[in-house]
């Protein structure tokens, strides 16, 4: 499949906006879009009777008396009840959901792994998702999960939605494709989707085999950072977020529709594909957001501001300022501050810090934090640069110095995080990431001006 192929049978609509085939710009923007001329109705949200013989339907992302209420209209071929039958409860054992404590796994302590790698089995979104980390209780809608998602195989009429969580996706090796009820978003690394809760899709392979990572969130959905003094642009400007024009089939063959409910999956077979969906409007939708649009603003002159100054994306927890999750960037830049300590410092957080790294090499962990590979600060644990980093930004040369080939992200939390099963014991661990640090001596003996 070349890169703007549909899949076969497939109906997109066309004539839209912007040079992004297949895409409209705007953050959380009320769309509207159709496959078929004059598919969506207008002036009214549901017509005696729909154009086409359609069905409206509406999906509704936050409560009804939200402000503002978040919800998409849909208008297709059947109501989602059709695509629904009775349940059989299935087993995942690799996709966990918080609260999740198992039994002799130790979350506390600094952890960095290497790649997992793919096994020799055919693995689709749903059978090779491994999560790695989770927090809060999906039952209260709070917290999160992270997860390495590792795809070889597309989804074959079968089809997935999570009740649960919205997700996140953060693809760091080959290129996937989101096939959903509202349209098509194809993603590579260096750039991001976001599925909400509630949409149904299917994931297949454009080139793989892929690796990547999701933050699954139980809570609000993610939401673009106030950028308070910073003002009306930088970071993450909301132009470079897309959400896919409308795309359906109509499709009759049998399929499975699997169901993430409370950390339980279900399976319902179907006799048709469920994509499918004409017209729509609305600002409940998935996008897509490539990160080398993400405008980094940091010190100008001495010190650095704290990391959250490369926030992509945030979501809410009820106390203000205070994220159920943060998704941070750690991009190219380039690094001017004189007479400073240049790395990240030493510190201990309340909030506890997924990250992985993309692309390139991280400036705090020159060796070890590989692209593919992650690490976990948790709550109050302390953590900063190793010995080898700390000694090249003691003693560098404080010129104009622009880091390269560069890209790690962060999943911060409120939350403290909980190992699975699979992050102590299967995964690549790296039993001596505690020893980076172990090589820092002391330097004082108190003579003073000593440096
Ligand atoms: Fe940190």
């Known amino acids: 499949m070349t890169k703007h192929e549909l899949p076969e049978g497939m109906v997109r609509a066309t004539g839209t906006t912007g040079t992004h085939e297949g895409y409209m710009p705007g953050f959380g923007n009320d769309f509207e879009t159709e496959a078929l001329p004059g598919a969506l109705p207008q002036g009214m949200n549901s017509p005696q009777k729909c154009n ?31 695509h629904s039958t009775r349940y059989t409860r299935i087993e995942l054992p690799y996709w966990k959901t918080a609260p999740h404590t198992p039994e002799g796994v130790t979350s506390l302590g600094q952890y960095r792994w ?24 999906v039952n209260t809608q709070v917290g999160m999960a ?12 079968s089809y997935f939605y999570s009740a649960d969580s919205e997700l996140l996706v953060v693809p ?24 909400p809760r509630g949409l149904v ?12 990572f999701v933050c699954e969130n139980y809570g609000q959905k993610f939401e673009l950072p106030a950028r308070g003094p910073i003002g009306a642009n930088a970071l993450a400007n909301p132009r470079d977020f897309k959400a896919p024009v409308a795309a359906f089939e109509d499709r009759e063959v049998p399929s499975t529709l699997t169901i993430k409910w409370c950390g339980e999956f279900h399976e319902t077979k179907i006799a048709q594909s469920p994509l499918d969906v004409v017209a729509w409007h609305g600002n409940y939708a998935p996008y897509k ?57 030493y510190h201990k957080n309340i909030m506890s810090e997924l990250m992985g790294n993309i692309h390139g090499q991280y400036d705090a962990k020159p060796q070890g934090f590989v692209p593919g590979g ?5 709550m109050m644990l302390p953590h900063g640069p190793d010995k080898q980093a700390f000694e090249g930004a003691s003693n560098a040369n404080l010129g104009p110095v622009k880091l390269e080939n560069t890209m790690s992200f ?35 003996d108190g003579t003073p001006g000593r440096k």
């Open 374 to 378: 992650m690490s976990l600060h948790n």
């Open 114 to 137: 290497d790649p997992v790698e793919p096994t020799g089995d055919d693995l689709t979104w749903l059978s090779g998702m491994r999560t790695m980390t989770t927090a809060g209780d």
């Open 289 to 345: 957001y490539d990160l080398k649009t993400y405008c980094p603003v940091g010190a100008i002159l001495f010190d650095h501001p704290d990391p959250s100054i490369f926030t992509v994306l945030t979501a809410p927890s009820g106390v203000p300022g205070t994220a159920n999750i943060d998704f941070v960037l750690f991009r190219d830049r380039w690094m001017v501050a004189e007479d400073t300590f240049r790395p990240p410092w």
């Open 410 to 444: 962060m999943f911060e939390t409120r939350f403290p995080q909980r190992l699975t099963e699979f992050a102590g014991r299967e995964a690549p661990l790296q039993d001596d990431y505690i020893d980076c640090w172990d090589s820092l001596e002391k330097k004082f």
């Open 201 to 212: 899709y299917r994931v297949e392979v454009l080139e793989g085999p892929c690796r990547g």
């Open 172 to 195: 760091q090796q080959g290129r996937l494709r989101f096939a959903t009820e509202l349209g098509i978003i194809d993603v590579e690394p260096q750039e991001i989707a976001i599925i």
């Open 146 to 157: 992270a997860h390495v998602y590792l795809v070889t195989a597309s989804m074959e009429d």
């Open 52 to 82: 086409y013989g359609l069905y409206g339907e509406q999906l509704s992302g936050t409560a009804f008396t939200a402000h503002p209420p978040e919800r998409t209209w849909t208008y297709r071929i059947r109501p989602s009840v059709k």
